[in-house]
């Protein structure tokens, strides 16, 4: 019984996810950036704008020069993730790719250090009076949702072991669409429903800065307004109306 | 939104067709001996925990008199090859390394210890000599203090 309602929530979470997000990256490259406003000092060149965004979304530029702190964990948390996430390929792939399997060890230690990172996120949430004066609930609920998730899966390896053979099965059946049995461990559980959770909330919740940074017209803009005009399509077609 | 639904469900009509491959599965190997008393689900969560090489314990307070011994699961859990002697660690048809290279879990057990059952033997080091007696231990430190 429960290994169907997972994976009804996984496929459900996966298509709400998939859709969702295509959903919300179409609106975001539809939406008109009617005026030139890159943040200067911009790249003169299309593939200076590339290397903005990389540097970006590698070292989180723009956070590091506004404020130390909240760069400082928030680096810390978003590589640990990547490391978990890489870890956790182990569990989709029959046959492990072998730098999966170099990143294992990595992947314990990025743990604690997501769950670390995360917890000084939400401290400063609560410690500093600015912060917990403009803080909504949604910026709370996501900063506890990924510790539980990091909580419960440090939980499995750490206080409570699970059958992980078992849970591969599960998880290669269903992405062939076939439903297995899933161990009924507590840990595995909550572990599971929230990252179900978090991957149904994420097209409608702040987790679209992944990527929205894509799509700021102040970093993906290039400093070209001297030589060449910058006219959205409609404000064209009003132009060319000029002449009736 | 019409056309996306019905895509969605073209894409899983596809993938329902398809038949799930047995070979993606370990093929864990069947044991001799007596089966465990706590169960085999209890073993397939737990053996790593019992297993854990309690340092302080073994080399620094010298209490080897443990309820579990490596030297135990090996001989049980003993799987022959073509040539029906025991596989070692370096087959992939090794009991341990069925599920831990399905999961991805590196072993390192057996580079100190030996991956197939020894007659005879309580313990299960590969150097001959240090098997169980502290007399063989010491000669073996003096001769290489040398």
Known sequence: MISIVYALLFYVASILLVVGLGMKIWRYATTPAPLKIPTMPAPLTKAGVGFRLFREVAFFESLFKSNKWIWLFGYIFHVALLVVLLRHLRYFQSDVWWWVKLIQPFGIYAGFAMVFALSALLARRFLVERIRYISSPSDYLMLLLLIGIGASGLAMKFVSHTDIIAVKIYMLGLMRFQIGDLPTHPALLIHLALVALLMIIFPISKLLHGVGIFFSPTRNQVDDSRTKRHIAPWAKKLEEGEDR | ?146
Request: proline share 4%; with cysteine; hydrophobic share 40%.
């Open chain 2, 1 to 146: 939104m019409k056309k996306l639904l019905i895509l969605v469900l073209m894409i899983f009509a596809f993938f329902s067709t398809a038949v799930l491959a047995q070979s993606l599965f370990p093929n864990i190997p069947k044991a001799t001996g007596n089966e465990h008393p706590q169960g085999n689900e209890f073993m397939r969560i737990n053996h790593m925990d019992m297993l854990r090489h309690e340092r302080d314990m073994t080399m620094r307070e010298g209490i080897r008199d443990v309820d579990n011994s490596l030297a135990q699961c090996i001989s049980c859990h003993v799987v022959k090859g073509t040539d029906s002697k025991p596989v070692t660690i370096e087959s992939e048809e090794h009991f341990c390394r069925v599920c831990h290279d399905f999961a991805a879990v590196k072993l390192d057990c057996f580079s100190c210890h030996n991956s197939v059952p020894e007659e005879g033997l309580k313990t299960s080091f590969k150097h001959p000599d240090a098997n169980g007696s502290l007399n063989a231990v010491m000669a073996y430190l003096e001769e290489t203090a040398k």
